[in-house]
């Protein structure tokens, strides 16, 4: 090995280390918000106002979860999220694969329009409709129950953008061959389209239950009742217009953190293989 070809590896591996350096920096910098609310869930009240700040707290208090569910109704609220996030998952992933499978495949008058004015609601703030989706719940008598919370989320634009983008993908000649056997359209969509599209679903899936499970404001416009808080509501009971109780609010906010984690987790394979391929196809 001659001089020219050592120097080039040397080159070459002060890049790859550097590389290296800066993503674990980058990952301690993400990473430290979140370990220091956990550090901050099992201190006591005197380490949090401790000045300067102690990182790790003196004697751990792992009670301080259990005094979170006697504090408030916890529970009820993490029965209020997990069903709302749930049932808004299943149904974007029925609602939107069947519009996304119609503006794929079907062949219809003014279809590319439909989809293009669909696409546009996205560009339309969250605070311009607000107003006007509180008024309809409120003429339908819904405020105050799970469907205010629920129908609203049952269909999304973003959703079926992405799973069209994803069938596109997909070669007709399956679903000729399906044709051919005597499989009716809806079938179609369940046996052939889906279970190919677990990438884009598992997607859908885990930005659905994100969103709506950290939803805040609209849960807190369209609810009134304790039995009908979340855990983004309930955690804003340990707030208060003088004190703030931050060891169970930190406690709170990593129990309500959990759910999140397991379906990201359990997602995880096909979430990033969908953001990798959705989308690649116009």
């Known amino acids: 090995m001659n001089r020219t070809e050592r120097g080039y590896r040397s080159i070459k591996l002060l890049k790859s280390s550097l590389r290296h350096v800066i993503i674990y920096i980058m990952a301690v910098i993400t990473f430290a918000p979140f370990l220091w609310m956990i550090l901050t869930s099992v ?14 707290p003196s004697e751990v208090h792992l009670d301080n979860y259990s005094k979170v569910f006697e504090a ?5 609220y993490y029965l209020n999220s997990i069903l709302v996030a749930v049932t808004v998952t299943l149904g974007q992933i029925i609602t939107c694969s069947m519009a996304a499978f119609a503006f794929a495949r079907l062949q219809f ?20 409709t607000m107003i006007p989706g509180f008024l309809v719940l409120h003429w339908l008598g ?17 959703g079926t953008f992405l799973l069209r983008q994803f069938f596109i993908t997909i070669p007709k000649e399956l679903e000729e061959a399906a044709y051919i056997d005597g499989a009716t359209k809806l079938q179609v969509l369940w046996k052939v389209l889906m279970p190919l599209a677990k990438p884009a679903l598992a997607t859908l ?24 808080r979340t ?21 709170g906010s990593v129990a309500s953190v959990l ?7 359990a997602a995880q394979k096909y979430f990033i293989k969908g953001i990798t391929l959705s989308g690649i196809k116009d």
């Open 43 to 56: 201190k006591d009240m005197s380490d949090i106002y401790q000045y300067p700040p102690q990182f790790l």
């Open 109 to 128: 008058r003014g279809r590319d329009t439909i989809f293009y004015l669909f696409l546009a609601t996205m560009m339309i703030p969250f605070n311009v």
């Open 231 to 251: 855990v983004q509501l309930g955690l804003a009971v340990f707030r208060d217009r003088y004190l703030t109780q931050w060891d169970l609010l930190m406690a």
């Open 142 to 158: 819904w405020i105050d129950t799970y469907s205010a919370l629920i129908v609203p989320g049952l269909a999304s634009a973003f």
């Open 259 to 265: 759910p999140i984690l397991i379906v990201f987790f």
């Open 205 to 228: 899936a885990v930005f659905t239950f994100m969103g709506v499970f950290n939803d805040f404001i609209w849960a807190l416009i369209v609810t009134n009742s304790d039995e009908m």
């Open 72 to 76: 408030a109704p916890f529970d009820r």
